[in-house]
């Protein structure tokens, strides 16, 4: 390859898609390989510079030989060389087997999945607020709860029940790098109550049901908020488990607004008091 870059001198030319590395990679398209491998793909330079902010390493790097050799990509090589990736430069007709095929770009990462230990309710800041999800279906909508949670500066995520992988690749494309950023932890319903009969703040719940404005008074933190799937929306258990129930008020007549959009003006007016400009 004629390179003087020592770090880029361990990358390994690909250009054929009967490699095994490449082959893995594309597996990881399915759940059950990331639910058997712990793996996952984060695709672009904007995904992966906030992996990188996040201290959050890939375990393999693949990109175009052409697009490394200055900014953006050379410094993302760099990073993911030194951290002991396995790096990979392929042809422009293998990464196009490896990407989204609506979203080409020049450069994705195989990242190891984590996940959060619950919080201990005895221990938990003032300000802590924790979103609870259950059964979450789209993950367009878990990526956008992601993000939102990621700018208000919420302690995480609980998915409750079965749930939509936040490891697929829409979910983490719809996260925009959030994923990173984000402590998640999976739970099932019997789990979730049992931290909830802890918890020492408010624990909210929505639904179409309630009779109290999402806005009539203050929230007392640490806030447990709890939203519901997009088709049967909040079960009766967790409902019953809610210290407080609100809605949000809608003038036109529809079932319901989006998830995503729902929990966006949750948690912006559960945050209202300390999130300021
Ligand atoms: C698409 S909605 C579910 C609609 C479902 N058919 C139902 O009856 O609840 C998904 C979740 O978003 C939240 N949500 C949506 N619109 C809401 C509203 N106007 N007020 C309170 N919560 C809402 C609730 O948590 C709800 O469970």
Known sequence: MGNADPLRRQARAITSLQNQSVKAIRALHMRKVRRQSGLFVAEGASLLLMARDAGWPPTTLAYLAASAKAGVNAALVAWACAAGAECLEVAPAVLGKLAT???????????EQRWARPPDPATLPSSGLWLALEGVRDPGNLGTIIRTLHAVGASGAMLIGSTVDPYSREAV????GSIFHVPLLRLNCAAFLALRSQWLGEVVGTELSACQDFRAQPYRHPVLLVMGSEGAGLSSALAAACS?????????????????????????EVCRERLKL
């Open 101 to 111: 095929k609506d979203n080409p770009q020049t450069v994705l990462g195989v990242f």
């Open 173 to 176: 494309r719809a996260s925009m």
């Open 244 to 268: 407080r129930r609100v809605k949000i008020p809608m003038a036109g007549r529809l079932d319901s607004l989006n998830l995503a959009v729902a929990t966006g003006l949750m948690l912006y």
